[in-house]
């Protein structure tokens, strides 16, 4: 193998291990979400939310470790090993990727975050609007 196979190898292992690592940080940002409901509660809005963004890190981050190689070894044969790999080529489709990965990985935590908020809020703001009627059987004539 060439220096240049080597190089274009690399890259694309470090685009397999990096949508890797991000798909299980949003897996594990929704699980901290889901489990720490009430263990979180006391906390104000932006404490849960970076003792979650932390969480999710190191579980993604250790999850990763092992879960990239058992891809890596799968996918190492068909799609990572191309005879004429160039290596501007693969810097590019690892850029792209992760970019790719990394805003799909950030809309994911986002949304997430924002079903929350509004869940942990009660009612919808639409709901205690003005132009909610009453009832005529509620309302004494005084």
């Known amino acids: 193998m060439t220096l240049d196979q080597q190089t274009a190898l690399f890259y694309r292992i470090g685009l397999v291990e990096g949508v890797v690592l991000l798909l299980l940080f949003v ?4 699980a901290l979400t889901i489990l720490g409901r009430h263990l979180l509660a006391s906390l104000s809005l932006r404490e849960s939310l970076l003792a979650r963004l932390a969480g999710a890190g190191v579980l ?4 990763a470790g092992g879960a990239s ?7 190492e044969a068909a799609a990572l090993s191309s005879p004429n790999a160039s290596v501007d ?8 990727g992760l970019v790719m990965a990394a805003a799909l990985a950030i809309a994911g935590t ?6 929350q908020r ?22 004494r004539r005084s």
């Open 118 to 139: 509004r869940t942990n809020q009660g009612t919808a703001p639409e709901e205690e609007g003005e132009w909610r009627v009453e009832d005529p059987g509620a309302v």
């Open 110 to 115: 986002i949304r997430i975050e924002m079903y």
């Open 27 to 30: 897996l594990a940002f929704g």
């Open 60 to 63: 993604a981050a250790v999850a």
């Open 69 to 75: 190689s058992v891809v890596v070894s799968f996918l």
């Open 89 to 96: 080529a693969a810097r590019n489709q690892a850029l792209i």
